[in-house]
T-cell receptor, first 113, second 112 residues
Framework: DAGVTQSPTHLIKTRGQQVTLRCSPK?????VSWYQQALGQGPQFIFQ???????QRGNFPDRFSGHQFPNYSSELNVNALLLGDSALYLC????????????FGSGTRLTVV | GQNIDQPTEMTATEGAIVQINCTYQ??????LFWYQQHAGEAPTFLSY????GLEEKGRFSSFLSRSKGYSYLLLKELQMKDSASYLC?????????????FGTGTQLKVEL
């Protein structure tokens, strides 16, 4: 049973560019959450998608946007990249009605230069 | 706002016992998770407490006191491979559903 799959694993972008990160949730999961983790910090909640809609959002600017597809996979888009956007981006999947069972992907390491 | 506090670093000896504390002040509290994260890897699930008390799972135990806003993770018979960051995360219920809010993580170093 495949867990959460994220792509790409590593990415280098230039300031001002745009980036798209992808996530395939664990089989049976319908909810996808995205987190940003700076070095030495805990993950910070960006937003959560369920039924193809953004249901919750953390304290991140509108440059961060997302999408969920009918097959429950999800994308995170970041526009006008800043050096401070360099971080590990984690995707976690879960089932809407479950309070347990958040499964994390291995993340995408984004470096902005 | 949501506030979760845990020590930044801890050091312990192989074979010993270590307790990592976590205090939280949140609204919509719906349970407490502990995750282990090795450098550059995904967080992996260790435990989930929603009721007060101790949950034991092998070498790992987790405790929750909802009235005190307090949890701890207890690791017994420490091994070198236990060197990692340990993340305390509160499950918060909002109008849109549940979300995890993390502390900054405790970096545990296990020494010989």
């Amino acid at each position: 049973d495949a867990g959460v799959t994220q792509s790409p694993t590593h990415l280098i972008k230039t300031r001002g560019q745009q980036v798209t990160l992808r996530c395939s949730p664990k089989s049976g999961h319908d909810t996808v959450s995205w987190y940003q983790q700076a070095l030495g910090q805990g993950p910070q909640f960006i937003f959560q998608y369920y039924e193809e809609e953004e249901r919750q959002r953390g304290n991140f600017p509108d440059r961060f946007s997302g999408h969920q597809f009918p097959n429950y996979s999800s994308e995170l888009n970041v526009n006008a990249l800043l050096l401070g956007d360099s971080a590990l981006y984690l995707c976690a999947s879960s089932r809407k009605l479950d309070r347990e069972g958040y499964t994390f992907g291995s993340g995408t390491r984004l470096t902005v230069v | 706002g949501q506030n979760i506090d845990q020590p930044t670093e801890m050091t312990a000896t192989e074979g010993a016992i270590v307790q990592i504390n976590c205090t939280y002040q949140t609204s919509g509290f719906n349970g407490l998770f502990w995750y282990q994260q090795h450098a550059g890897e995904a967080p992996t699930f260790l435990s989930y407490n929603v009721l007060d008390g101790l949950e034991e799972k092998g070498r790992f135990s987790s405790f929750l006191s909802r009235s005190k806003g307090y949890s701890y993770l207890l690791l017994k018979e420490l091994q070198m491979k236990d060197s990692a960051s340990y993340l305390c995360a509160a499950l918060i219920f909002t109008g849109g559903g549940n979300k995890l809010t993390f502390g900054t993580g405790t970096q545990l170093k296990v020494e010989l």
